[in-house]
């Protein structure tokens, strides 16, 4: 079934303003925020959350122990993960351009007694009001694709202090039918509608990458995004993870048409 989703053509994304960009993004994460149950997010733990996924294992694994650790997590929108580092021990800065996805954040916050370790900002990425080196960590989950990635680059890399790390989880965009499908066709979970999201390529990650004192990345489900289209798949999930880290391993080019890339960087 066709259900095409996109309000700005991916090629046209590049031209628009930040303030543009900005407006667009409230608009429709205003819109997701306002459909959540918070009953959905009653119960969270960081270790939890990062045990279904290799590439939830991979950021996990990377960012370390996040105790007493001072940590961004940036384009969050309504998702739960600024509350999980915070009960995990972290100091979080939740940011993001939709005020009704933050007031959904500390809603969940004050749920789970840990409002006193998280705050908010309201405002792009790509130009934040804190000082130099303030954070040890930065997180962001299907973060970068939405942003304009030079800029944001430079103002991520000021933030976090050296020997700070930094894990972003984005959509790859050089499987021409996974963005067919992406954009066209109808499937679970799919968002109503899409803004600036333009997928990453190889030269994208290179762009936002420069910026830090060194950066890497991997791609995660190939064969893995069968676990996603059929029920019976679901239970070969950890199976087929598995074979995508070997063929990746392998031939490291067959990561470019993964559905998701996992970028670390270090300052």
Known sequence: MIQR?????????????????????AEITDARAAAI????Y?????????????????????????????????CCGHSPTPVMFALAGAEVVAVDVSPLALE??????????????????CGPAESLPFADDSFDLIFGGAAIHHLQLDRAGVELSRLLRPGGRGSFQDPLGHNPLLEFVRDNLSYNNKHPEKGTDKPLKVKD??????????????GFELLAMLSRGAP?????????????????????PLQQYARFSVVHVMN
């Open 104 to 121: 959904k954040v500390m809603q969940m916050a004050e749920m789970h007694g840990v409002a006193d370790r998280v705050s908010i900002h």
């Open 232 to 252: 019976a798949f679901s239970r070969l999930r950890p199976g087929l993870e598995a074979m995508d880290s070997l063929l990746f391993d392998l031939l490291p």
């Open 42 to 74: 009653r119960p969270l733990q960081l270790r939890d959350w990062s045990s279904k996924s290799a590439w939830r294992r991979d950021v996990y694994d990377f960012l370390g122990d996040v105790r007493d650790r001072h940590l961004l997590d940036v």
């Open 205 to 218: 990650i290179e762009l936002f990458g420069q910026h830090f004192g060194s950066y890497s990345w991997r």
């Open 5 to 25: 989703n996109r309000r700005v053509a991916t090629e046209e994304i590049d031209n628009l303003e930040l303030t543009d960009r900005v407006r667009m993004e």
């Open 37 to 40: 149950d918070l009953e959905h």
